[in-house]
């Protein structure tokens, strides 16, 4: 028999790591919270007897023995109870006429007795609850993993052809739960061209783009997302784009930047080049004084600063900006070339402030667009704009749905899912049970 400790960030990971080591045969035989993740411990040609017992938990089995023991007098009092009541309540409940030998009783009320205080529950140290909840999380994700290796795999072999529209949206990037919905909508179509052509369309139409251009619309118009998402070139192109058609006469810049080294040295020059003014508010200054003077004008692009979820500043930023006398439209800067992880997790922090759409960046540097457009279909953020390129404003263009989803099929993986990626988005699908898959 061989044993081998594997370590991960999570269950799933650590899952992988068995099976690209000893394959899918192998048992786990145990794990545990670790510093940093967990350990498991895996076995091939595993027999339970070659392993020593478990150590039992005493003060477990003896609680369990108590509450056992006590619902075994709970049966026992209330069948007793059942069998006195039968006699007296018989000829109500079948109708009967009482009987010489069965005399009519005047029921007398008894009190029934007091239950005794119940004495205060044993203290139980927290660690023996964290650790009990740990072992019970980690034996529900490798549950769900068995199920979505075991539902992929009922899949594969019942229906070959939903199977192969899955890795079809497996390989544009779409989330597990996306894809579910689509196949749901062309379950009828058994010709695989049109079936994957409805579900192109359906993809389409589900991409949500504002009925009016922000910049057309006018008012207060604010960039925010974390670092790097490229608000400040996006805000550049934008202020290029306005100018170009209505000159520089009815808009304004503002930077909330006050943290990223040149950010407002960047924009005082796209000001001196656009002959547009540029406002910039320190911390703790009032967004609503600042923007008071540039009322007048018909756009307000803001550029915020983009700061961690952890940092104070953030929330403080994020609350001017959702402040009663600003009403500005905040639009999420999203680079498509960023993790599911970090996308969603952008949304997360900044969506307290109200998010009006969406503005996806780095097309031309992406290597998936699927992730993105499950995060703004899932969250219903209209795609205001796309930026492909570093030219102002040359790379700065309107959405088109069905472009974005063409778009989004050429820029597909090249190679198959694997079996192990096709069986962990099975099992992010099982998590829930109102979720179903095939």
Not at 2 to 23: H, I, P, T
Not at 55 to 73: F, G, H, Q, W, Y
Not at 117 to 128: C, K, Y
Not at 370 to 378: F, Q, T, Y
Request: hydrophobic share 40%; aromatic share 4%.
């Amino acid at each position: 028999m061989q044993v081998k400790r594997f370590f991960a960030a999570d269950m799933r990971q650590a899952m992988k790591l068995v099976r690209d080591e000893l394959g899918a045969d192998a048992a786990i035989i145990g794990n545990r919270r670790i510093a940093g993740g967990v350990e498991l411990t895996a076995a091939l040609d595993y027999t339970p007897s070659a392993l020593a017992p478990r150590v039992p938990n005493m003060e477990l089995e003896d609680e369990l023995r108590k509450t056992a023991s006590r619902i075994v007098s709970a049966q026992a009092e209330l069948s007793m109870r059942g069998d006195s009541d039968a006699n007296t309540n018989r000829q109500l409940f079948a109708g009967l006429p009482l009987t010489a030998s069965e005399p009519l009783v005047e029921p007398t009320f008894v009190e029934p007795p007091r239950p005794a205080a119940l004495a205060p529950a044993p203290a139980v140290d927290q660690r023996v609850f964290d650790s009990m909840r740990f072992e019970l999380n980690g034996l529900r994700e490798l549950l769900e993993v068995q199920l979505g290796s075991l539902a992929w795999n009922q899949l594969q072999g019942s229906r070959p052809q939903q199977a192969n529209l899955w890795r079809r949206l497996q390989r544009i990037g779409l989330s597990g739960p996306l894809s579910r919905d689509l196949l749901a909508l062309t379950s009828e179509i058994e010709e695989p061209r049109q079936a994957w052509r409805m579900l192109l369309a359906h993809l389409a139409r589900m991409i949500a783009t504002p009925e009016i251009e922000p910049l057309e619309e006018g008012g207060v118009i604010a960039m925010v997302g974390p670092a790097g998402m490229g608000k400040t070139t996006t805000l550049a192109k934008l202020a290029a784009r306005y100018v170009l058609k209505y000159g520089a006469q009815n808009i304004a810049l503002v930077s909330m930047d006050s943290y990223r080294i040149g950010a407002q040295e960047q924009l005082k020059t796209l000001g001196r080049i656009l002959n547009v003014p540029v406002t910039h508010v320190d911390p703790g200054q009032s967004l609503a004084n600042a923007l008071d003077p540039l009322l007048r004008k018909r756009v307000v692009l803001i550029d915020t600063a983009g700061l961690q979820a952890s940092d104070p500043a953030l929330r403080m930023q994020l609350e001017s900006l959702a402040g009663r006398g600003i009403k500005s439209r905040n639009y999420l800067v999203l680079a498509t070339t960023s993790q599911k992880q970090v996308l969603t997790a952008a949304y997360h922090s900044y969506k307290r402030c109200g998010l009006a759409g969406c503005i996806l960046t780095k097309l031309d540097e992406t290597a998936s667009l699927g992730e993105v457009l499950s995060l703004a279909i899932s969250h219903e953020l209209p795609v205001a704009y796309l930026t492909d390129g570093p030219r102002i404003p040359d790379d700065l263009h309107l959405p088109r749905r069905h472009q974005l989803v063409s778009r989004a099929v050429s820029v597909q993986m090249q190679e198959e899912p694997s079996e192990e990626a096709m069986a962990d988005m099975f099992a992010d699908l099982y998590h829930s049970p109102a979720k179903r898959v095939g």
